[in-house]
Structures are given as structure tokens and as C-alpha cells.
């Protein structure tokens, strides 16, 4: 829990001054609380992108980006992508603590005893067109369910009644995505089967047979890793819906809604595109490397450097070997891949890049290893709201059990036309 330091800031303003204290996280992260700022001075802050804005205090992930440290309850993510389940991370990250194995046996199957559509779902799919992008059909599908959760939709939920919002979601947004996935196809949607794991069952559902252990454990780990990264754009998302009391179904589907836009989840298709336009192009890596120097290009390196992270991304290490491992098991010839490898390694030879310490980020490899398991651009963002569906959560229920809950609403400053009078229509003419 954070706690008041004994250091205080003081600000002056309009000659009014203001002591504030200053906050220190369980990391030694320092904030300097404003709370009292507007009421005691009339001002208040203005940090556009909120980059340097705490909306709030967390017991959930930490995130230190100079040093590339990224902790789940403060297990490293390195521990959790080598050998834990990702329904054993959403656990820790939902219930703050691993569970034994009682209670995770308990989880897992409150999750998939709910991952089956109502039967009357199936024709909401078929009113979508083959076209409809799949991050659409998913935040409308769980908006959608929740029609059928009237009782969990209400604002002042039992603690019974959250823990199956939860259950609900994490069992029913794998299935809601296969589904999805299979309809574009004009293919039959396949059931959950109960006898399979979580990553397992997503895959089979969505391509009609039992996926190689290797492909797995890479899906693992891709859930594993994008499960909760602090408060990100989604992330913030569905706190600052959640706020008004609306449901967990309405906050989660306004999540994924978030997620699609290409800074944020979207990221590592916009990497498969860029690829894609380079081997069209035909042009040496001197030419892409020198055009993505080139401010006034108009070009960007997508999948290279983090808005955070000012050192390696952690998850990317670990999925640049699920990387290799996939390609290597499934004997993938593809010139995209062999593109992103060769790009990759000329970047890391770039002292432009070097020095700037723009590495490759999670959304490099992991749109590579998606196109190597066969799994369509369009539907990358879903593998992604798929693993961040357990930080999504953890941080919906963080923020309503916590005792300085309250509804989000930020200010701003004015830069409108002062105050002018309303002239008569005929007088406009």
C-alpha cells in the first residue's frame, strides 16, 4: 500500500502556497498527491497523455521501464512465462496470491464450466457480415452476454455475484472469439470441450483440431505476457467506465474497444502490414532503416521501442524463443519472417536505434509467431483482449473494493471563445 513519505512538495500559486504530500509506493515509486489542489489554490494540473499522472494506487502489476522490469504481484514475468498457466496467472493477478492446488482446480473449473454460448447467441454472429472487423463483433458479443447476466449487471454486486462476472468472462471470451473467428469463415462454430485446458480448447475451437504442444506453449505464454501491463489505454478504459457503476460487461467490452486502436493492441498488425509493404517494395534495409530516421518520412519502425519501456521490453526476450521455437517446429518458409529476423538484426546493429534504445517490443514477435500459427492479421487484437481479459478484471475489482472509490472525471483548460452573445438568425443571415 502506498504511504505518506515524510518529504513534501510545496507549490506556489498566485501566491497561495500548498503543501503536498508525497506518496511512496511498496518500489520506492514516488507521487506527489494534488488531491486538495484545485479546492486550496483554484488550479489544477495539465499533463496531456497523462504520462506523468498517477490516476491511481495498484497492488496489481509494477512496471519499472528504465530498468525493463515487469512484475505480476511481484513475481517476475519471466517466472510466471516459464512455468506458470495462464489461468494460474489470472488467479494471482485477480485474487492477489497463487493459488494451491484446491483452489486453482476450483478456478479452472468455474471457468470452464462457462465457457458454452447460450444457444440463441449463435444468431447474433450470423447478423454480423463476413467483413465485420473481429474486435467489433467481440466488444459488441460481450456487451451482448451480459443480456443474458441480468443479475450481474446490477451497480452494487455481492462478492458471490462479482466472482462469477468473473468467471463468466474469463470462461466465455475465448469461445465468443472462435466463434467470430469461424463465422467469418462461413464455418461452424465448434463447442468449448470441457476436457481440454484453456489455450488448448481456445485453438481447437478456433481451427478444428487438437494444436501442437509447441504452439501451446507459445499461446501460453503470448496470454501470459499480455495479461496486465499497469495502466495502459485499455486498462484505464474500463476503470474510468467502471467508475460510473456500470457493469464489468459494458467496462471489458469498452476495453477491447480501446485495444483495437493501432498505438495500442493493434501494434503487431500494424507490424505484419509494415512487413508486408517492405517485401512489396523491394527496398534494402538502408533505405527502410534511413526513412524511419527520417522524421519528415512519414514512416515508423512499428514493433521497435515502447512508450514505457526505455530499456528491452522483458516480454519480448521471452517471446522472440517462442519465436524460434514455433518456426522451428513447424518448418514455417515464409518471407515475412525471414524479413522481420533480417530486419530486426540490422536495427540492433544501428547505433541511431541503439542509442535511442529502441529494441524490438512484444508486438514484434508476436504478431510473427500469430502468422506462423495460421491465424489471420484482423484477428491478432483478439489473441491480445484474450490475455489482458485477466488484468482487465483484476483491475475492474481492484477499483470497486477500493475505499477511495470514486467516479472518474478529470478537468480541463478552457481555450474557447470568451463569454459572447447569441445572435437571432435573421440577423446571422
Sequence with gaps: MAQPSQETAKLTVGGKSLDLAVITGSEQEKGIDITRLRSATGAITLDPGLGNSGSCTSAITFLDGEQGILRYRGIPIEELAESASY????????????????????????????????????????????????????????????AYHPELTNPNLTPAQMEEVIFTLLGALPTLAAYAYRKSLGEKPLPPRKELSYTPNFLTMMFGKEPDEVCVQAMRQMFILHADHEQNCSTSTVRIVGSSRASAFTSISAGIGALWGPLHGGANQSVIEMLEEIHKSGASFDT?????????????????????????????????KACDQVLNRLGIQDPLLDLAKKLEEAALKDDYFVSRKLYPNVDFYSGIILRALGIPTEQFTVIFALGRISGWLAHWKEMLESPDFRIVRPRQIYTGPTQRPYIPLPERD
Design 288 to 320: 527502410i532503416l534511413a526513412k524511419a530516421k527520417d522524421k519528415n518520412s512519414g514512416f515508423r519502425l512499428m514493433g521497435f521501442g515502447h512508450r514505457v519501456y526505455k530499456n528491452f521490453d522483458p516480454r519480448s526476450r521471452i517471446i522472440k
Design 87 to 146: 489461468l494460474e496467472t489470472a488467479y494471482l493477478l485477480i485474487n492477489r496470491q497463487l493459488p494451491n492446488r484446491e483452489h486453482l482446480d476450483r478456478f479452472k473449473a468455474a471457468v470452464a464450466a462457462r465457457a458454452a454460448l447460450p444457444p440463441e447467441m449463435e444468431k447474433f454472429f450470423d447478423s454480423y457480415p463476413k467483413t465485420a472487423h473481429p474486435m467489433a463483433v467481440l466488444s459488441a458479443a460481450v456487451q451482448m452476454l451480459s
